[in-house]
T-cell receptor, first 116, second 112 residues
Framework: GAVVSQHPSRVICKSGTSVKIECRSL??????MFWYRQFPKQSLMLMAT?????????EQGVEKDKFLINHASLTLSTLTVTSAHPEDSSFYICSAKNPSGVLEQYFGPGTRLTVT | DAKTTQPNSMESNEEEPVHLPCNHS???????IHWYRQLPSQGPEYVIHGLTSNVNNRMASLAIAEDRKSSTLILHRATLRDAAVYYCILTGSGGGADGLTFGKGTHLIIQP
């Protein structure tokens, strides 16, 4: 089956610094990837849709200048949290569309971000 | 997006079948019914999807009511590894082409 990886799996950073999270499709090409955020004991919330070669589409309420998304290749999308603050601490998860159809999404294992 | 309603939690015994219900009374004619599950501290995992007919795969079965206003995910023989949050999600005919809208899901507890 299609595999999506994320790196790092866990990161701790100081308030005010920036953190980059990578999402890779390992055995397929993903023209579209999605980024979600999940706070403790809550459900996943879609943040943005990342399209290869074009600008990301952000959900309402998500600051595009704070959460920079780059999808420069068919196998890699990156999410950069700029000037991170403690309230950005969360579980960030990416997903990609099933390349052989449009009905399933494959999710990465997630990245736990802690901002101190 | 049409909304789904699931029980907050359910408990079952290991090696017994589990029936997880989902109500989606405002489903439209072209909406697909998807189920994903999320194990603790992991990303969600696709389980199954269907449109009108019941579906089976190696993980589970999906039973869809005739009026499509409800569905049931069936785990035929639960194991401890099936303990997870199960999400019932409706998507348009584009399916995974759009980002998914997750509800609160059902927290499935499996007792040994």
């Amino acid at each position: 089956g299609a595999v999506v990886s994320q790196h790092p799996s866990r990161v701790i950073c100081k308030s005010g610094t920036s953190v980059k999270i990578e999402c890779r499709s390992l055995d397929f090409q993903a023209t579209t990837m999605f980024w979600y955020r999940q706070f403790p004991k809550q459900s996943l919330m879609l943040m943005a849709t990342s399209n290869e070669g074009s600008k990301a589409t952000y959900e309402q309420g998500v600051e595009k200048d704070k959460f920079l998304i780059n999808h420069a290749s068919l196998t890699l999308s990156t999410l950069t949290v700029t000037s991170a603050h403690p309230e950005d601490s969360s579980f960030y998860i990416c997903s990609a569309k099933n390349p052989s159809g449009v009905l399933e999404q494959y999710f990465g294992p997630g990245t736990r971000l802690t901002v101190t | 997006d049409a909304k789904t309603t699931q029980p907050n939690s359910m408990e079952s015994n290991e090696e017994e079948p589990v029936h997880l219900p989902c109500n989606h009374s405002t489903i439209s004619g072209t909406d697909y019914i998807h189920w994903y599950r999320q194990l603790p501290s992991q990303g969600p995992e696709y389980v199954i999807h269907g449109l009108t007919s019941n579906v089976n795969n190696r993980m589970a079965s999906l039973a869809i009511a005739e009026d499509r206003k409800s569905s049931t995910l069936i785990l035929h023989r639960a194991t401890l590894r099936d303990a997870a949050v199960y999400y019932c999600i409706l998507t348009g005919s584009g399916g995974g082409a759009d980002g998914l809208t997750f509800g609160k899901g059902t927290h499935l507890i499996i007792q040994p």
